[in-house]
């Protein structure tokens, strides 16, 4: 889940496990969400994207499902490996002008994978 | 296709000094998006630039300025740096009709001192 301050969620699951990671976004009027990957003095890797008007995705490996009634996001990934090992953010992007270029971004959740 | 390249990759600056930060897009992607992260505020939302113009800016003091040039390169500078604003300065830029969201690049770590 979110949390707003220092302290990032953190999900910890062995090889192969499937892993969850859920984002609670603040915006109704977001109608474009994406789920970014960022490793260790990198910048964020684009994972998967969703518009509004679409309640599942799938790529490869990971899936995202959207919930607009309660404004909620998560990502699933399959067969989790060390590879995946990061942290993951959602980001919202709200409709309309005053809207180009600014994602906002939730606070991040940290994934653990143990071989 | 290149990535988005960010210079420099590290900086260190003294206070009330002023920096500035390079970013070049990928090609044919025009609009080029500035975020400062740091472990307290997460990923912040600077400015946005598409075609020469600032479209959209955030919540951030006047000290934080950018521009773009006619080849989509943007910059942008920090003046009478504080110690708070160490942090990595991301930016992304997005195709017109790119469907893929937001490339960003590896940023640039900039410490006050």
């Known amino acids: 889940g979110e949390s707003v301050g220092l302290h990032l969620p953190t999900l910890s699951v062995q090889e192969g496990d499937n892993s969850i990671i859920n984002c609670a976004y603040s915006n109704s009027a977001s109608d474009y969400f994406i789920w970014y990957k960022q490793e260790s003095g990198k910048g964020p890797q684009f994972i998967i994207d969703?518009?509004?008007?679409?309640d599942k995705r799938q790529g490869q490996r990971v899936t995202v499902l959207l919930n607009k009634t309660v404004k909620h996001l998560s990502l699933q990934i399959a067969a989790t490996q060390p590879g995946d090992s990061a942290v993951y953010f959602c980001?919202?992007?709200?409709?309309?002008?005053?809207?180009?270029?600014?994602?906002?971004f939730g606070q991040g959740t940290i994934l653990t994978v143990h071989p | 296709k290149a990535g988005v390249t960010q210079t420099p990759r590290y900086l260190i600056k003294t206070r009330g000094q002023q920096v500035t930060l390079s970013c070049s897009p990928i090609s044919g992607h025009r609009s080029v998006s500035w975020y400062q992260q740091t472990p307290g505020q997460g990923l912040q939302f600077l400015f946005e630039y598409f075609s020469e113009t600032q479209r959209n800016k955030g919540n951030f003091p006047g000290r934080f300025s950018g521009r773009q040039f006619s080849n989509s390169r943007s910059e942008m500078n920090v003046s009478t740096l504080e110690l708070g604003d160490s942090a990595l300065y991301l930016c992304?830029?997005?195709?017109?009709?790119?469907?893929?969201?937001?490339?960003f690049g590896s940023g640039t770590r900039l410490t006050v001192v």
């Open positions: 969703i518009r509004s008007n679409m």
């Open positions: 980001a919202e992007n709200p409709a309309g002008g005053t809207s180009y270029g600014k994602l906002t």
């Open positions: 992304a830029t997005k195709g017109t009709v790119d469907n893929y969201g937001y490339t």
